[in-house]
């Protein structure tokens, strides 16, 4: 199976969380259109494929409150070859969409904002996906100052939706207050730190690769030499996991591919939309 953690050109997003350099940006017209464009001609490309494809959408905006977001992942979901289709999102847009899917391959990975929404209107949406049937999980940034609405929102969701917790950028841990997230969620530990990763394996561009708007493909979206273009047929994947060329990696869509952590034992099915199997 190939996995494709896409990101086109959106970047306009209706929070403006202080810890995202692209909190409300707006786009143009011609740049949503070129987003809608680039997009059409992904979900075309992963239609045309015999292989069994999983897809990620990591937009550096906000995705699901643009039509074609929702309309690529149901057409996705809907696709024989497609295994998982799963966003990253803030849920601050409509789930009935949702319903045209396959959940047996739909899936979301939310982020909750403190600040941005209340705490009643996230739960309300997490919940309603949880009605619907929608596969998904929880995440809250690790800053301290929102270590009590985590602790809230772990309490009141049901105990079937996974709360992950990433580390704040810059931000150091005492073990005292990791041990705080650690209460909440115990995968904590891997995005405490940064992991060392400079010649050792990783996936990403063996079965795991990401995809710009233009086709542009590199092995992750923290490595920017090309490996090739997904439409004209020049890129070609490694036959084996091959060794990292950065020192650090301290993003969990990086690691989680990281051969030596071993995380897809962790997260077996539950990959792309951040959800391990714990006991």
Known sequence: ????LYRGPLASCDYDCPYCPFAKRRDTTEQLRADRAALVRF???VGAQEREISVLFTPWGEGLVRSWYREALVELSLMPHVRRVAIQT?????????????????????????GQVTHERFLAKSQELVERGVRHSVGVVGLPEHLEAARRLRKELPASVYLWINAAE?????????????????LFSYSRH??????????TGHDVISVAGDGTVTRCHFVKTPLGNLYDGTFRPDPEPSA???TWCDCHIGYIHFEPLRLYDVFTDGLLERIPLLP
């Open 90 to 114: 803030n849920l601050s847009g409509r789930t009935a969409w949702t319903a045209r899917a396959d959940l047996t391959k739909l899936a979301l990975w939310t982020t909750f904002h403190p």
């Open 194 to 203: 940064p992991h060392r990763t400079l010649g050792l394996p990783c996936r």
């Open 244 to 246: 990292c060329p950065n």
């Open 43 to 45: 979900v075309s490309w």
């Open 1 to 4: 199976m190939l996995s494709l």
């Open 170 to 186: 810059g931000h150091t841990y005492t073990d005292e207050e990791a041990a705080d997230w650690t209460e909440l969620d115990p």
